[in-house]
């Protein structure tokens, strides 16, 4: 297994436009997560799914957003008419359902012209 | 809302220093970790610790817990080039991770 892997590494879009992001986590690991970057910032957590079930997203995920994961494997997430503050990198993580250690895509670096 | 301040926010020293960065919480911590990314790359696990006081050694890396379980520090030794990175405190929850908002390090040859 090579780890968590996302595609596209880089995407430019016009505003106004939607975008989808793939995140294929490590296999049999139970627990996917969704996390945005902005420059020399932590981290901050989008969403986060039990297998196929989503169980928490948070208030920085406004309706534009959507993610799914509709097998338990690879996950997408969706956003609806871009803006220029989407810019960010947006990371995937997973973890095995009884450890705490998450494992980091290398993200998809999004940026809204 | 739990929040993770980390500091200071930058750092620059010359290869061979040694240096300590804080991270803070407004509650205690379930368990905590830090982890360090790179450029263009996803954070990366250091270290998780758990119990207050704990001290934890990674080679030239020092990680302390504080007794109270609110706050971390890390301390590295003899900086190297290779220790450049974006430091960053976590608190590993019951299911998910909220991250502080990071130490940017650049050790210089």
């Known amino acids: 297994d090579t780890g968590v892997s996302q595609n596209p590494r880089h995407k430019i879009t016009k505003r106004g436009q939607n975008v989808t992001f793939r995140c294929d986590p490590i296999?049999?690991?139970?627990?996917l997560y969704w996390y945005r970057q902005t420059l020399g910032q932590g981290p901050e957590f989008l969403t986060y799914?039990?297998?196929?079930?989503?169980?928490?997203k948070s208030r920085l995920l406004s309706d534009r957003f959507s993610a799914e994961r509709p097998k338990g494997s690879f996950s997408t997430l969706e956003i609806q008419r871009t803006e220029q503050g989407d810019s960010a990198m947006y990371l995937c993580?997973?973890?095995?359902?009884?450890?705490?250690?998450?494992?980091f895509g290398q993200g998809t670096r999004l940026t809204v012209v | 809302t739990q929040l993770l301040e980390q500091s200071p926010q930058f750092l620059s020293i010359q290869e061979g220093e040694n240096l300590t960065v804080y991270c803070n919480s407004s509650?205690?911590?379930?368990?905590l970790q830090w982890y360090r990314q790179e450029p263009g790359e996803g954070p990366v696990l250091l270290v998780t610790?758990?119990?207050?006081?704990e001290v934890k050694k990674l080679k030239r890396l020092t990680f302390q817990f504080g007794d109270a379980r609110k706050d971390s520090s890390l301390h590295i030794t003899a900086a190297q080039p290779g220790d450049t990175g974006l430091y960053l405190c976590?608190?590993?929850?019951?299911?998910?991770?909220?991250f502080g908002t990071g130490t940017r390090l650049k050790v210089l040859a």
């Open positions: 296999s049999e690991h139970n627990r």
């Open positions: 509650s205690v911590f379930s368990s």
């Open positions: 976590a608190d590993a929850g019951t299911y998910k991770y909220i």
């Open positions: 993580a997973s973890s095995p359902l009884r450890a705490t250690e998450a494992f």
């Open positions: 799914f039990q297998n196929e079930a989503q169980l928490e």
């Open positions: 610790v758990v119990t207050g006081g």
